[in-house]
């Protein structure tokens, strides 16, 4: 059982199509990620959102649009992808205070495929 | 830069064995150390984590870790291996300014014979 539920579980789309993924987090946190895991490379920070505000985007293309409409619903807009952004995308979320290295939650991960 | 280094990509260990995997950092400071678990099609479960305090930190599902400062090291072990540990194991570390960004090592993927 998490508290960061992502939807959907699966994914495929073609490259022109446009879809969202979904994370919802039921901790009470403040803060929310994005995660890119591809095949043995390591995990890849794409968005921090904090207080609602995106704080950090890692040089991700402009194809992926993440969205952040309050402090526990994130989500990543896709549009015009390409075959190599087929991967497993994380959200995670952890609560931020004065002090650095608060513990992150992961949800169970989208798999998205582009064909 | 920082980094985050996990030597063995895959490990295989027989069942009741003990279990060590490796992680290095690199860093001038003491960062703040996790070791996550992901199973296959799924998420990143947290195992345990060294923010301070006792350098022996005890996890879930049995594991536990040891900071070594002066060899930065953070190695997880298993006393008795059990077949439902087989997974990919993540270290990862926060380091101090960088607020609550992980980077992650590359994973091992640890397999157990029956």
């Known amino acids: 059982e998490t508290g960061v539920t992502q939807t959907p579980r699966h994914l495929v789309m073609g490259m022109t199509n446009k879809k969202s993924l979904k994370c919802e987090q039921h901790l009470g946190h403040n803060a929310m990620y994005w995660y890119k895991q591809s095949a043995k490379k390591p995990l890849e920070l794409m968005f921090v959102y904090s207080l609602e505000e995106r704080v950090e985007n890692n040089s991700v293309p402009s194809r992926f649009s993440p969205e952040c409409p309050n402090s526990s619903h994130l989500f990543l807009h896709l549009h015009t992808l390409q075959p190599e952004d087929s991967a497993l995308y994380l959200c995670a979320s952890s609560q931020e205070g004065r002090t650095s290295g608060n513990t992150i939650y992961f949800g169970e991960g989208s798999w998205l495929t582009v064909v | 830069a920082q980094s985050v280094t996990q030597p063995d990509i895959h490990i295989t260990v027989s069942e009741g064995a003990s279990l060590e995997l490796r992680c290095n950092y690199s860093?001038?400071?003491?960062?703040?150390l996790f070791w996550y678990v992901q199973s296959p099609g799924q998420g990143l479960q947290l195992l345990l984590k060294y923010f301070s305090g006792d350098t022996l930190v005890q996890g879930i599902k049995g594991f536990e870790a040891e900071f070594k400062r002066s060899q930065s090291s953070f190695n997880l072990r298993k006393p008795s291996v059990h077949w439902s540990d087989a997974a990919e194991y993540f270290c990862a570390v926060a380091f101090t300014g960088g607020g609550n960004k992980l980077t992650f090592g590359t994973g091992t993927q640890l397999k157990v014979e029956l």
């Open positions: 860093y001038g400071a003491t960062p703040y």
